[in-house]
């Protein structure tokens, strides 16, 4: 059960593109397709923005997508805009009945 | 609108125990799985525990397994945690939440903070 890895930090401009990359082993990311990710501004409970490694739930904005390749999953951020300044967390399935998290992503819109 | 509020959380003494509570509403609390996530003070979310709809099943991540116990009273819409044999690294904001099953945690509460300090 150990953390996924995550970038610890990424940044871009207002309008551009950004990919946190969300690293885990086959026995995790690349073993299920239950891969989720959290934003969660400071002093803020987490948000639930991607499940199922690609659906966003009723709410989260289309800027918002996932995607995975074998052990590594990715959140990507359209359109950057001020408000999606936070921290980003990936989670897994980890196989009976367990999950794991990833380290965070603090994102940085200049 | 569904809330879930924590409670119990404070400060103990290393090998202490607390009770930590989880007041649920706005939805129907026994059709949900439910867990416990934490979060140290400057640190990442680690999944804690997960109990489903009847408490009949019980999954905990392995730093905490013969310590914690996860319990929920469907009657009193509540979770609950108890922690024993506290540890420093168990010092950490606990967020009760809704689990959808997977991965999905799709509500939360704001959170409880426990500090394991002599």
């Known amino acids: 059960q150990s953390a996924l890895t995550q970038p610890r930090s990424v940044s871009g401009s207002p309008g551009q593109s950004v990919t946190i990359s969300c690293t885990g082993t086959?026995?995790?990311?690349?073993?299920?397709?239950?891969v989720s990710w959290y934003q969660q501004h400071p002093g803020k409970a987490p948000k639930l923005m991607i499940y199922?490694?690609?659906k966003r739930p009723s709410g989260v904005p289309d800027r918002f997508s996932g995607s995975k390749s074998g052990n590594t999953a990715s959140l990507t951020i359209s359109g950057l805009q001020a408000e999606d300044e936070a921290d980003y967390y990936c989670?897994?399935?980890?196989?009976?009945?367990?999950?794991?998290f990833g380290g965070g992503t603090e994102l940085t819109v200049l | 609108e569904v809330q879930l509020v924590e409670s119990g959380g404070g400060l103990v003494q290393p090998g202490g125990s607390l009770r930590l509570s989880c007041a649920a509403s706005?939805?129907?609390?026994?059709?949900?799985?439910m867990s416990w996530v934490r979060q140290a003070p400057g640190k990442g979310l680690e999944w804690v525990a997960n109990i489903k709809q009847d408490g009949s099943e019980k999954y905990y991540v392995d730093s905490v397994k013969g310590r914690f116990t996860i319990s929920r009273d469907n009657a009193k819409n509540s979770l609950f945690l108890q922690v024993n044999s506290l540890r420093a690294e168990d010092t950490a904001v606990y967020y009760c939440?809704?689990?959808?099953?997977?991965?999905?945690?799709?509500?939360w509460g704001q959170g409880t903070l426990v500090t394991v300090s002599s």
């Open positions: 086959s026995s995790d990311v690349g073993g299920y397709n239950y």
């Open positions: 939440a809704r689990f959808r099953g997977r991965t999905d945690f799709d509500y």
């Open positions: 989670c897994s399935y980890a196989g009976s009945y367990t999950l794991v």
């Open positions: 706005g939805f129907t609390f026994s059709s949900y799985w």
């Open positions: 199922d490694v690609t």
